[in-house]
């Protein structure tokens, strides 16, 4: 049984990347999450931290009587966010690349650590109630770029009414059918539609049960 973590630990797990899980914190804090089960140090290279997911419940129902977590420094709260497509700039530059390969990484090892079978080809649960994020971090992770403001190319990924469905919009139809190529290969299932009004073409995707 997992003891309850200290009131360090907590604020630790509690301001991990709300995307990957990814951890922050000295070596020995890191160790200690390790030991009680809440953390895993991953095996590649930079040999980052992430939450288990024994560690991603407890940061979604903190312990009883726990006070919340101070507010990080501004400078601390920056945390890895998919780009989903339509913000004002991009940024593509080498810490943004390092940030997404780091995240596609940690993404496939909580894909090895919830699924039954350990299979890394098919979405986790997680992916499954942040739809819209993970099926942009897939986009992002194989180097497809986020559309920008308004108008222009790139992709935009936005949630539908449909359960475990999230729409994906790319004005090039080349590029709109390497998004679903990429999907697919992230173990998500894909199929192109036409909007009645504007004739657009675009993708619904939903991730793949088996």
Request: glycine residues 8%.
């Amino acid at each position: 049984m997992i003891r309850p973590p200290t009131a360090v630990q907590q604020r630790l797990i509690e301001a991990a990347d709300p995307l990957t899980g990814r951890l922050k914190g000295t070596d020995a804090q890191l160790a200690a999450l390790v030991k009680r089960g809440l953390a895993f140090r991953h095996p590649r290279p930079p040999h980052d931290h992430f939450l288990t997911p024994a560690g991603h419940r407890l940061r979604e129902t903190p312990p009883v009587g726990q006070p919340p977590a101070a507010a990080p420094a501004p400078a601390d709260s920056a945390v890895f966010a998919a780009r989903v497509g339509g913000d004002a700039s991009a940024d593509s530059g080498p810490a943004r690349l390092r940030e997404v390969r780091g995240a596609w990484q940690g993404l496939l090892e909580l894909r090895r650590m919830t699924n039954p079978d350990g299979a890394t080809d098919r979405p986790c649960g997680w992916e499954r109630t942040h739809l819209v994020q993970a099926a942009a971090l897939a986009l992002e992770a194989a180097g497809h770029r986020p559309a920008t403001g308004d108008q222009g190319t790139g992709y935009r990924v936005r949630a539908t009414p449909q359960p475990e469905a999230v729409a994906v919009h790319e004005p090039d139809l080349t590029a709109l059918r390497a998004c679903a190529a990429t999907l697919e290969q992230a173990g998500w299932q894909t199929s192109e539609h036409t909007q009645p009004r504007t004739r657009a073409r675009y993708l619904l995707a939903s991730p793949r049960r088996s």
